[in-house]
């Protein structure tokens, strides 16, 4: 195994899972198989060998099993867990998806999100339970036309002007979303923008948005953005923001997607090809996917809340409350929590972003203390692609965001290649990394969101 140079502790998902299965394969054993439901009968399945019951290992079956759903929950997304073949592992869930449970946001996000109670079902047999059950459906890759393509970050909004595929304008602007109660600041800085955009084009025919969060029929309901933000200044001015602002540009076609889908949605146009997991590491992981088909799957793509390190002294993440999430590995966050351990002193005062920009500015006299920080992260994402394999159908991973600027990328991407190559060499054959060039990487987001609306 490839040690993380700065947290030698990193206990890899897909190390951890290959070790149980292994173990499994030698001992008594039973079936369990997981599902999770989402919108329309939607059903991800997960089938899995554990240790038989009462053997003296079910404290280790909970233990993947719990990791297993939570990645299933935040990759697939759903608001009912059944549980079939366990019943240790079903009361043990049950009791962590519920109000004062272990994972109480978990189980208030996906009623949140999908507007239904959320679940935990027991069946007793495994023929009965639910089986596989997917769609997808197309989005973006329209260029005629003048348009409009926003990209919401934490740190820093995008906008691009978009006349028949060329990039007329883009401007970056930084703000502070997340630090904001008063939701007229979002609206402001977005209404700006998009005003910004428009003064360089003729007329506005279509406008995309490309956001972090969770999106239903172009309509915010869950965002970090919006974290200072009241539940009732949520419902009454947040829900319908980019809808409300469009309207101000003009009655044109509207399309909102989250940032993860737009960046895997990029990535499968510029490359022609499909299969396409984009990675996007800035304020927080945003990830998304395109199928086999080059559609964007309607899973929840979270996967800042998605596990990747099983040790449980692993930093926890400040909103979920939970131990090993994607969010401290793959953001603005993992650079920050490896400086210091790489001996970069921080100062405390400075914004989360310019904490990033001291170790970038590191990185690029070639400070081997910065280029350490970067190898770190790369590891992580090695092990960590190879864990998302388990979930996503991948030919390319593509990886944008502020973290992956200048140097420290193209170390980050190294390293994560040179652990496929060493642990996982079939995988390396099939799987293909990318990084694009620096405006593509800094401003591709808007332009990619710019061709999500379809005219007419």
């Not at 053997?55 to 993947?64: F, L, P, R, S």
């Not at 101000?248 to 949605?265: K, M, R, S, W």
């Amino acid at each position: 195994m490839i040690i993380a140079k700065l947290e030698p502790e990193f206990m890899p998902m897909a190390k951890v899972i290959e070790d149980y299965k292994a173990a499994v394969a030698k001992a008594e054993s039973q079936k369990l198989i997981i599902s999770v439901e989402r919108t329309k009968g939607l059903m991800a399945e997960y089938p899995l060998d554990i240790y038989k019951e009462g053997t003296g290992h079910d404290e280790e079956n909970y233990a993947i099993a719990e990791r297993i759903i939570k990645m299933l929950l935040w990759a697939k997304g759903g608001f009912k867990v059944y549980i079939a073949g366990s019943k240790y592992v079903y009361d043990r869930i049950a009791d962590d998806y519920r109000v004062g449970g272990a994972r109480e946001f978990d189980f208030n996000f996906m009623a949140r999100v999908y507007e239904r109670p959320f679940e935990v079902v027991y069946v007793a047999d495994v023929k009965d339970a639910p089986k596989e059950n997917d769609a997808s459906s197309p989005i973006g890759r329209h260029l005629d036309g003048c348009r409009i393509g926003f990209d919401a970050g934490g740190s820093d909004r995008k906008v691009s002007a978009v006349v028949n595929g060329e990039t007329v304008y883009s401007e970056e602007v930084v703000w502070f979303p997340k630090l904001q109660s008063d939701p007229m600041y979002h609206y402001q800085g977005i209404l700006d923008a998009m005003k910004t955009a428009a003064s360089h084009m003729p007329r506005v025919d279509a406008i995309g948005v490309s956001s972090a969060g969770v999106y239903i029929d172009n309509k915010i309901m869950v965002a970090s953005l919006f974290l200072k933000v009241s539940d009732e200044d949520f419902e009454k001015h947040v829900k319908n923001m980019y809808l409300d602002v469009a309207k101000e540009i003009g009655d044109v076609p509207v399309e909102v997607a989250n940032d993860g889908d737009v960046t895997a949605l990029a990535g499968a146009m510029s490359l022609e090809d499909n299969n396409v997991l984009g990675v996007a590491m800035g304020t927080s992981e945003a990830a998304g996917y395109v199928d086999s088909d080059g559609n964007i799957t309607g899973w929840l793509n979270e996967l800042a809340f998605a596990p990747v390190d099983f040790n449980k002294g692993a930093m926890v993440d400040e909103w979920s409350g939970d131990y090993g999430c994607g969010v401290k590995y793959f953001s603005q966050d993992a650079v920050i929590k490896l400086a210091p351990k790489a001996g970069i002193e921080l100062d405390e005062a400075l914004s989360p972003a310019e904490k990033l920009k001291v170790v970038q500015g590191l990185m690029e006299k070639d400070d081997p203390r910065a280029a350490d920080v970067y190898e770190t992260i790369g590891t992580y994402f090695g092990y960590t692609i190879a864990f998302y394999s388990m979930f996503y159908d991948i030919k390319h991973v593509l990886i944008m965001g502020r973290v992956t600027s200048g140097k420290g990328g193209a170390i980050l991407l190294d390293q994560a290649q040179k652990v496929l190559d060493t642990e996982y060499p079939e995988l390396a054959k099939k799987v293909q990394l990318h990084i694009p060039d620096e405006k593509a990487r800094r401003v591709g987001q808007s332009v990619a969101a710019a061709s999500l609306p379809k005219i007419g």
